[in-house]
Every structure is written in structure tokens, then in C-alpha cells.
């Protein structure tokens, strides 16, 4: 009985600590910054048609700048969109 | 911004490395009051340090020692700056993605550009994918001063196939579109994709 009981209140206990963790956490988090960007992501993630646009993944510039580890590769890859072209129709998703 | 959600979750799912750090950013005009470059700075440190298992020690001390002075004072760019890299070494390659980068306040950009080139200085281990209009290259040529890639953005025929494809399949106007009208639209738009201002003008669904 009083393991049983022991056992209960150290869970109990860890668990409260969890929570308290946790809240440090999201408390450091928030402190460190309140924009949510991934919030955006998320939504521009869902609404983008698959398949569209993913031959940028697909050039040696990207593969190059993704992947290259030796000597001093560029590490900056720019992806420029010229005014007027559509890019605004088609990247955006919808009108 | 099609090009960067896309290329921040093909980042996020590679296996290029065992431990992927990838933050990303969406200048935005109408978010210009939030977007300064220091928030827009602690927004990657707090994307990367929710990746990590453990908040680093120095970034808990710091939260502890601020706490107390007015609510809770924010870190100061300089110490950002100063953690930055320790916690992009925690990942085996990290990737920071900013869209829009024309989008962000003008008399910013050279601060906003300037603290990520010290950041990625500081970090061998980082890489910075940036999209923006054209004009954005000089800039960034001015304030890095190291050289980059650029890939010009243009939809291909395939892109707008597909685009057309999935709109007007789901397009539920009155009834008057069929499949041959369809095959039309997407043949004759597609082909003409160097007009593509046409679709600016015109949403989809004024094309029918």
C-alpha cells in the first residue's frame, strides 16, 4: 500500500514537474521572440499544389547549395522572380 | 513565397544530415510594424532553439536575470548575435529560408541583411536561401560582399498546366465549363505563359 502510494505521488510529482517544464519552456520561447512565423509556413504548406514549381529543387544550384560541403561553397542561394512574370499568380496559390 | 515554403519543407524532410536545424521567415508588407530586423533575428534563434532538446544554459540564465527588470526585458541584438551560433553548432547543418526579402522596410534591410551575414560568418555549419525581386541582388551583393547564387524564378509550362489543371477542376460556377473548354483554356493560357501578366489582371474566374 504505501509503495502503491509511494509510486503514485512520485508520478504525480514527475508529472507536475513536466507541466512546469513545459511551461518554462514556452515561457523562454516567447520571450525569446512572439512573431510565429512557422504559422505561415504552415498555411502557405497546405494551400501549395503539388508538383508545382519543384524543378527549383531539382537545378545543380540548389542541389549545389543544399548539399556541397567542400572547400568554401556558396552559401547564399538567391531565388529572384521577375515583376509581371505570373509569379505572383502562381506562387501565391490562388487569386 | 510558393518557392519558399516549398524549399523550407523539402529542407525540413532531407536526410542530407542526421540533425536538420531549418528556420524560415515571410517578410510581409502588411506585417512591417512586427517586422523589424531584431524581431525578425529572434524569430530564427527561437525556431532553431525549439529544435533543440534542451534550452541552452546561457539563453535560461539570461531569461532568469531579465525577468526581473520591466516585465521581462528583451535580449539585446549584440547577445543574440553572441548565442546564435552556439546554437546552430548543436545541428550537423542548418537552413535558414526568408521570403520576400523586397517586402521587408527598405530602411531596414541593410541592418536585417548585415546581422544574417553575421550569423552565417559565425556558422560554416549554415546556409541562407533568400527569394525576392530582382532588384533585391544588389543589395544583397552590397551588404555581403561574398559571393552567391541566384536561379531567376519563372513558371514553366508545366507549372501552369498544373495550376490551370487543379483550378478549374475545381471551379463550381454555373456549369458552363466541360472537359473540351477545359483542355482549351489550359492549352491556350499554358502556351502563351511568356504573356503571363494576363493573369494578374484577370482572376481565373473571369476567364470563362
Not at chain 2, 521567415?25 to 529544435?51: A, H, W
Not at chain 2, 539563453?59 to 528583451?74: D, M, N, S, V, Y
Request: charged share 25%.
Amino acid at each position: 500500500m504505501e509503495q502503491q502510494l509511494r509510486t503514485y505521488m512520485s508520478q504525480n510529482a514527475n508529472s507536475f514537474n513536466v507541466i512546469n517544464a513545459t511551461d518554462d519552456r514556452l515561457r523562454i520561447f516567447t520571450w525569446i521572440s512572439s512573431l510565429e512565423s512557422w504559422k505561415r509556413h504552415r498555411d502557405l504548406s497546405a494551400s501549395r499544389l503539388g508538383g508545382v514549381g519543384g524543378w527549383v529543387l531539382e537545378t545543380p544550384e540548389f542541389r549545389e547549395w543544399r548539399d556541397c560541403d567542400n572547400g568554401e561553397p556558396n552559401r547564399v542561394l538567391l531565388c529572384c522572380g521577375i515583376p509581371g512574370a505570373g509569379k505572383t499568380f502562381i506562387w501565391y496559390g490562388g487569386v | 513565397m510558393y518557392s519558399s515554403s516549398l524549399v523550407t519543407d523539402h529542407l525540413c524532410d532531407s536526410k542530407i544530415a542526421p540533425n536538420i536545424g531549418v528556420a524560415c521567415l515571410y517578410c510581409d508588407y502588411s506585417g512591417r510594424k512586427e517586422q523589424t530586423p531584431v524581431s525578425m533575428i529572434s524569430s530564427l534563434l527561437r525556431q532553431f532553439v525549439t529544435g533543440m532538446p534542451e534550452i541552452p544554459e546561457e539563453l535560461t540564465q539570461a531569461f532568469r536575470a531579465a525577468k526581473g527588470h520591466l516585465g521581462g526585458r528583451a535580449l539585446k541584438v549584440e547577445r543574440i548575435i553572441d548565442i546564435f551560433p552556439k546554437v546552430l553548432k548543436y545541428f550537423d547543418r542548418t537552413f535558414i529560408c526568408i521570403d520576400a526579402l523586397d517586402e521587408f522596410r527598405v530602411e531596414d534591410r541593410a541592418v536585417f541583411l548585415q546581422l544574417l551575414k553575421k550569423i552565417i560568418n559565425k556558422s560554416r555549419n549554415t546556409r541562407l536561401f533568400l527569394t525576392g525581386r530582382l532588384h533585391i541582388r544588389l543589395e544583397i551583393d552590397r551588404q555581403f560582399n561574398r559571393p552567391f547564387t541566384t536561379i531567376t524564378i519563372h513558371p514553366t509550362h508545366n507549372d501552369i498546366r498544373q495550376y490551370l489543371t487543379v483550378k478549374l477542376d475545381n471551379d463550381f460556377g454555373d456549369g458552363a465549363m466541360d472537359d473540351e473548354l477545359k483542355e482549351e483554356i489550359i492549352t491556350t493560357i499554358s502556351r502563351k505563359d511568356s504573356e503571363m501578366s494576363v493573369f494578374y489582371r484577370f482572376p481565373i474566374a473571369d476567364l470563362h
